[in-house]
């Protein structure tokens, strides 16, 4: 089983500052790679795939990158209502099987 | 418009039994793979399992093999998980999501169903 890293914890930034988060694969998972969004009370909210790809309505400011064993997801000029839970998750083509990272928590400062 | 539709809230005592659903609509439902994800309070995301609908094919997280059965009817675009026994430690909030296509998500979880909260308590 694939375990899925993320850090830090809890990240303060400033709005309109940058943010950064990290997430490590225990094995290489290629660009297999997710990002949601969670905020209280929602389920979660798709927002890259394949490690760099944003969904469809996804703002121009979220960013991902890495391949193999580490990824980022990058914030660029955090608004508002960007400061939620975010989750990495890990995917395979065949057979379908996936884990989420433990998620970091992104809050103002 | 793909839309992933979860069953209500349920409250029930340990021991009881449990089948809580997810309807899906808006795309053709037996060709995705539904998963679901447990939410415990406070806690992050935990894969369970994912069923293709076409065909009943089914894959457990190896956590949660043999604690719960997956199912999904085709005929009325709705995918199933369910106790036998239910646990307090099964209290929580359960999301299913829809697998994506390859062009267009990667096979990552595009479209969630807005969740089931269960609550086990004596």
């Known amino acids: 089983e694939i375990v899925m890293t993320q850090s830090p914890a809890t990240l303060s930034v400033s709005p309109g500052d940058r943010a950064t988060l990290s997430c490590r694969a225990s094995?290489?998972?290629?660009?297999?790679l997710a990002w949601y969004q969670q905020k209280p009370g929602q389920p979660p909210r798709l927002l890259i795939y394949?490690?760099?790809t944003r969904a469809t309505g996804i703002p121009a400011r979220f960013s991902g990158s890495g391949s193999g064993t580490e990824f980022t997801l990058t914030i660029s000029s955090l608004q508002s209502e960007d400061f939620a839970v975010y989750y990495c998750?890990?995917?395979?083509?065949?057979?379908?099987?996936?884990?989420f990272g433990q998620g970091t928590k992104l809050e103002i400062k | 418009e793909v839309q992933v539709v979860q069953s209500g809230a349920e409250v029930k005592k340990p021991g009881e039994s449990l089948k809580i659903s997810c309807k899906g609509s808006?795309?053709?439902?037996?060709?995705?793979?539904i998963a679901w994800v447990r939410q415990m309070p406070g806690k992050g995301l935990e894969w369970m399992g994912i069923?293709?609908?076409?065909?009943?094919?089914?894959r457990y997280s190896p956590s949660f093999q043999g604690q719960v059965t997956i199912s999904a009817d085709k005929s009325i675009t709705t995918a199933y998980l369910q106790w036998s026994s239910l646990k307090a430690s099964d209290s929580a909030m359960y999301f299913c999501?829809?697998?994506?296509?390859?062009?267009?998500?990667?096979?990552?979880?595009?479209?969630w169903g807005q969740g089931t909260l269960v609550t086990v308590s004596s």
């Open positions: 094995q290489s998972v290629s660009s297999n």
């Open positions: 999501a829809r697998r994506g296509p390859f062009d267009g998500s990667g096979y990552s979880l595009d479209y």
């Open positions: 998750q890990q995917y395979n083509s065949w057979p379908p099987m996936y884990s």
């Open positions: 069923i293709y609908p076409g065909d009943s094919d089914t």
């Open positions: 394949d490690a760099s």
């Open positions: 808006g795309y053709s439902f037996p060709s995705y793979w």
